[in-house]
């Protein structure tokens, strides 16, 4: 059901690891440039990428045959943007007419 | 079942951290695993109520939110960014350690883990005590007047909704705070049994689920630090 | 071995297999952990009932004269704290879920028994913060403490009863991961997903709305005591703060909540009317995964709690459309249980005696839902007793009576005692009678003026408010008799055989009580569910029970 070891998960786990640190910098000094509207979104994409690299690579979730599991993370990713979305649809459409 | 049947299953040799009501390991492991991957989804949901909340004001006050993120210290919240990351590292050798019987990385991988918690949490102390001194916590000491907005010179923050922004800082991070500190408690318990030699290629479910918790800590945390501290750092 | 004549010796089974109280008190046996909780629901249930005797006292009156108005709000607000958090979510999962999940699937036990007892202690530890927290001043803000009164305003016991319901809350998360991952990974060779009873599939999609719906209002309790211990201002307009983003995160739980209510009564009713029309369920798929259908599409519709509230009238129009959505599943449902029972054969005892209640008061219960959910209607109606009898006629007249059908159908299983089916024919009758008289004068009343959670009402009113508290009476009445006789029939009741209603389900193949273990061998399935025709009728032993 799980996923066992491959002949060598580490060097897969440093390289997931350099990635997740070369992100953050990336984060860091993206911050400072002048984006305009576009800081956010792209702070929040690179967080988006580590955060699927975490999950996939350290929570062992690439290779799983656990179907359940993937599942699960939709699911909890479906539910908590129906709660950001939907209570957007009222505070985003305070100001209309 | 009766005893005498209760007997004669256990005396077949399996393996002794077999509960009883599961089949095999296999069962056991999958439904431990399965059951912390469902507590995390419900950690999503616990966590999200604050990000909405987060959303919603940020869009509402986004100058003032960006003049009070301007107080936090950027490269303290950076550096505990790369600690997490680092001790993520540390927890996925030591689940591959106790899978492949190597008992010394698995304690020391347990033990870096540790220093490396311990020194997220240091680090946020310092921030907390900043915020502190400098007046930022909520409550009736509060005090955040003639801060400017990023982008708008002239124009200062309103205190209140400043206050706002720093109420769902310390509930967001403290929040976290509490699930590092109990993820400490877990890594510690997790060392006890790796130094026991209870922690095997046979039976390792103990560190695997511990090690999605933290992992999970570790996402929350990815996503808190470019939402509370990069806002208009380029203004 | 399944059989139809009751075993004149006493076997060794779950109930006396140990005694004495540490061995209730830290059992891990599923079994053991659904009668601490049938024990613990029981006296919340009580207490909620007293405060509702209070309310209904009061209101016998247009003015007020029982109590202070703020006693009143402390009433009502506690009525409704004590029956959600304490009665209602647990009800039906945590008892007779807890008890028959295992027996159903042909595990012997739940994936995770400690975390079950966990579940147990928690809710004892919340139950008993709310109790201290009810006998030392208690809250007046209503059940939904909205802010910035709860907050900002209020000198009641905001925060402790706020601790209490997180406790209970986790109790709540608990139960239902302990739900979803037995059901996946501890099912017996050959019980495939559309072999499980819909009992199975009413808890699944209840144990979701559980573990995605609470940790909301877990977070939002923290934030309400945060905000109310430190003045922060999230919730306060004089700070800043929106008092809608309280309640848009209170109602995403708390709607959701009433579908962890009714959901596992739906399961109950499908398993009663297959047994007791002797056929299986029409549309078994569609009432599988309509019970999914309410658990995901109850989440999309929270904000119709908040139509007057100040919303975006777009925002309404959203939520107002998916409401209606959400009224379909469960009008699948009703369809199918109705087709189930065509050219059925019928027996009217107890447990379908409610299962009839069920469906009469449930379809009451949820078009009334859908007038609410009319953006025309509703500001004329919204926060009147429409409200009140609409709500009570799902959760009493659905869930409740689910809930005492399904003690009384699974009663022998659970004690290895038959209950007297005279008196539970009476009781049903009684409960049935003294809900539509406690409710139905509860719609008038809303429709024509009079708002709720006030205790005192123009005197034109009166009639139908003596009415309701005549109900009320008798609807109390109708309760205290089953605990009377359930209780009486662990002593002096007949033995029951393996499967006295010749039932379908893998609990009826097994001893009555169960052993500890629930099964002697695991169990290989082969046949569908609800296998009526191959079971064929009641064993000829029934016709013999009788008061």
């Not at chain 2, 993120?69 to 350690?97: K, P, R």
């Not at chain 3, 004149?8 to 009668?35: C, M, Q």
Request: net charge neutral; aromatic share 16%.
């Amino acid at each position: 059901m799980s996923a066992h070891s491959t002949s060598s998960p580490l060097k897969t786990y440093f390289a997931i690891w350099a990635a997740l640190l070369v992100g953050t910098y990336v984060t860091y000094r993206v911050a400072f440039l002048d984006l305009g509207p576009f800081n956010a979104a792209v702070a929040l994409t690179i967080a988006t990428v580590k955060a699927t690299l975490v999950a996939l690579f350290f929570m062992h979730v690439w290779g799983s045959s656990d179907k359940m599991i993937k599942v699960v993370v939709i699911a909890a990713l479906f539910f908590l943007l129906l709660l950001l979305s939907l209570s957007m649809a009222d505070f985003g459409t305070r100001g209309w007419s | 079942m009766s005893d005498q049947a209760a007997a004669a299953v256990h005396a077949e040799g399996h393996n002794p951290a077999l509960l009883h009501h599961f089949a095999e390991p296999e069962q056991q492991r999958d439904a431990a695993s399965l059951g912390m991957w469902v507590f995390l989804a419900t950690e999503v949901m616990f966590f999200g109520g604050l990000f909405c909340a987060y959303l919603i004001y940020r869009l509402k006050y986004f100058g003032d939110f960006g003049a009070a993120s301007q107080t936090l210290n950027t490269a303290l919240g950076a550096t505990n960014t790369g600690v997490l990351i680092c001790s993520s590292l540390t927890v996925v050798l030591a689940v591959w350690a106790a899978q492949t019987a190597r008992r010394t990385l698995l304690i020391t991988s347990l033990i870096l883990t540790l220093i490396l918690g311990f020194a997220f949490l240091g680090i946020k102390g310092i921030e907390y005590r900043d915020k502190f001194v400098e007046h930022h916590v909520p409550g009736p000491s509060f005090s955040f007047d003639s801060e400017p907005i990023p982008g708008h010179p002239g124009q200062f923050a309103n205190p209140n909704h400043a206050q706002i922004y720093f109420a769902l800082y310390f509930v967001m991070t403290g929040l976290h705070a509490v699930h590092m500190i109990i993820g400490i408690g877990i890594f510690v318990w997790l060392l006890a049994l790796a130094w026991k030699g209870r922690l095997t290629p046979e039976y390792n479910t103990p560190v695997e689920i511990g090690g999605l918790y933290w992992h999970f800590v570790d996402i929350i945390w990815i996503y808190l630090f470019p939402l509370l501290y990069l806002i208009d750092k380029h203004k | 071995m399944a059989t139809a004549v009751a075993q004149p010796v006493e076997r060794e089974n779950y109930l006396n297999k140990h005694y004495g109280a540490l061995s209730w008190l830290f059992t891990t046996d599923h079994k053991r952990i659904a009668l601490l909780y049938l024990g613990s629901i029981t006296f919340f249930f009580f207490i909620g009932g007293f405060f509702a005797l209070l309310i209904r006292l009061e209101l016998l009156t247009p003015v007020g004269d029982l109590v202070q108005a703020d006693t009143y709000n402390k009433l009502f607000t506690m009525h409704g704290m004590v029956m959600v958090f304490f009665f209602l979510i647990p009800s039906i999962p945590a008892v007779l879920g807890n008890f028959l999940v295992p027996l159903m699937i042909g595990a012997k036990d739940l994936a995770f028994p400690r975390v079950n007892l966990l579940s147990w202690y928690l809710y004892i530890i919340g139950g008993t913060i709310m109790l201290h927290c009810m006998l030392t001043g208690g809250v007046d803000t209503g059940w939904t403490f909205y802010t910035p009164f709860s907050t900002a305003y209020t000198n009641t016991k905001i925060v402790e009863a706020g601790i209490a319901i997180f406790i209970a809350g986790f109790s709540s998360i608990l139960t239902g991961l302990n739900f979803v991952v037995t059901i996946h990974r501890m099912r017996a060779p050959g019980m495939t997903w559309s072999r499980l009873p819909l009992f199975i599939w009413a808890h699944y999609a209840t144990s979701i709305v559980q573990l995605l719906g609470t940790p909301v209002i877990a977070i939002t309790i923290v934030l309400v005591a945060a905000e109310r211990l430190l003045h922060l201002g999230i919730f306060d307009p004089k700070l800043g703060g929106d008092p809608l983003l309280f309640q848009h995160l209170f109602w995403f739980y708390s709607h959701p909540a009433v579908y962890i209510m009714i959901l596992p009564s739906m399961g109950v009713v499908s398993e009663v009317i297959a047994c007791y029309t002797r056929k299986r369920i029409f549309g078994y798929k569609f009432v599988a995964l309509s019970s999914i259908g309410i658990a995901v599409l109850g989440f999309l519709v929270w904000a119709h709690h908040m139509f007057v509230a100040g919303i975006s009238v777009y925002a309404a129009l959203v939520f107002s459309l998916l409401s209606y959505a959400v009224g379909v599943p469960s009008a699948v449902k009703v369809f199918n249980w109705t087709a189930t029972m065509y050219k059925g054969s019928i027996h009217y005892d107890a447990p379908m005696l409610y299962a009839f209640g069920f469906l009469g008061l449930f379809t009451i219960g949820g078009l009334t839902g859908l007038i609410l959910a009319c953006l025309g209607v509703d500001p004329h109606v919204t926060d009147t007793y429409f409200v009140v009898a609409h709500f009570h006629y799902i959760m009493v007249g659905g869930a409740v009576m689910g809930y005492l059908g399904g003690m009384h159908f699974w009663w022998p299983k659970i004690s290895g005692r038959l209950y007297p089916e005279g008196w539970a024919k009476l009781a049903a009758l009684i409960v049935f009678i003294g809900f539509n008289l406690t409710f139905f004068p509860q719609f008038i009343l809303g429709y024509i003026g009079m708002p709720r959670r006030y205790y005192q009402y123009p005197g034109e009113f009166q009639v139908l408010n003596v009415l309701s508290t005549a109900g009320a009476t008798v609807l109390g009445i109708g309760y205290l008799l089953p605990m009377v006789y359930f209780l009486w029939s662990m002593r002096y009741g007949k033995p029951a055989p393996d499967n006295p209603w010749n039932a379908a389900g893998l609990e009826w193949q097994t001893q009555s009580p169960p052993t500890t273990f629930n099964f002697d061998e695991e169990p290989v399935v082969t046949w569908e569910a609800y296998n009526y025709e191959q079971l064929g009728d009641f064993p000829p032993e029934q016709e013999a029970r009788g008061v």
